[in-house]
């Protein structure tokens, strides 16, 4: 596996398009809860749900990865390992890990346990490249993910359970890898490639762990509920697949070769306020004062930790 080398401040130029790309990731990964939430209430498990997704998903990239690729076989050979390390640990596991956490803790509990990959994300890279943390990154670090408490509402109701927390780190895990892999500019596999690739890999292993007993795989076809209209199973299929999937994982990509991956993983926070805001939309679920205090929190963190990054620019 190919790891991600000491990554450069990108120029401005590259540093507006990796924002730009890293919010729109956010924005598509926060429609997966709405989409996946109209299937679930329908009938469809949610490992049936995330299987459709990625396998969809999969399907969609396929054409496009292989134009990206431009038949260099050799650069595909080469990247394999990567590619099934993120397909497998990213994509697969990562969504594994966290519908089982969600069996044994609140959602809440859940989502905040999963994200603080993004921690790991500073620790990975010091002990592994020695970028020690700077002060703004770390109280970025601490702003960020109390905001993220907030938004989430984990202190309302919230139980823990230490099955559930062991695969919510898991999630972390996963998450951690994602931006990791993502962020490897000294791989020069395209984006829609290893998105692409990682999708096969990960519905496969998806499939396996359906076929397996591990995950419980149940659908059904017929009409469902979105935002209070009664649509085809397929439409929220089709959303989570290009949407919420295939431009999110791309995008993704994009966003963490342009802003490293410690960056590109705080920017990743705002996926909450997004989601938020589309189930305002579609849901008609407002946001509470405390979630608003908690997004404000959050973007203050986004901005300490761009401003790290700025002041070692050389």
Known sequence: MAVAKPISPPVPASGVIGFLL???????????GTFAHSLIDAGWTPGAAVTARIGCAAI????????????????????????????????????????????????????LLEYLGIVL??????????????????????????????????????????IGVIWALGGAVGLATYFVISGNTTDDVPPLVLA?????????????????????????????????RSVPWWVPVVGLSVIAAALAYVAGIGAARRLGP???SFVGLTEVLFAILVAWAFLGELPTGVQLAGGVLIIGGVVLVRLDEARRTP
């Open 60 to 111: 969609v990239l396929f054409v496009p990865a292989l134009v990206a690729l431009r038949g260099r076989w050799q650069l595909l050979r080469r990247s394999l390992p990567t590619i099934a390390i993120y397909g497998l640990v990213t994509i697969a596991g990562c969504q594994l890990c966290y519908f089982n956490a969600v069996a044994h803790l609140s959602v809440g509990v859940a989502l």
């Open 121 to 162: 994300i500073v620790f990975y890279l010091w002990l592994r490249h020695g970028q020690r943390p700077q002060r703004l990154t770390v109280i970025g670090s601490v702003v960020a993910l109390a905001g993220l408490v907030l938004v989430i509402d984990v202190l309302g109701g919230a139980h823990l359970d230490p």
């Open 262 to 264: 410690t960056l590109a």
């Open 22 to 32: 890293a919010l729109i990731s956010a924005a598509s990964f926060s429609t997966a």
């Open 196 to 228: 692409g690739g990682g999708m096969i890999v990960g519905a496969l292993a998806l499939i396996a762990f359906g076929a397996l007993g591990a995950l419980p795989m149940h659908a059904v076809f017929g009409p469902v509920a979105l935002a209070g």
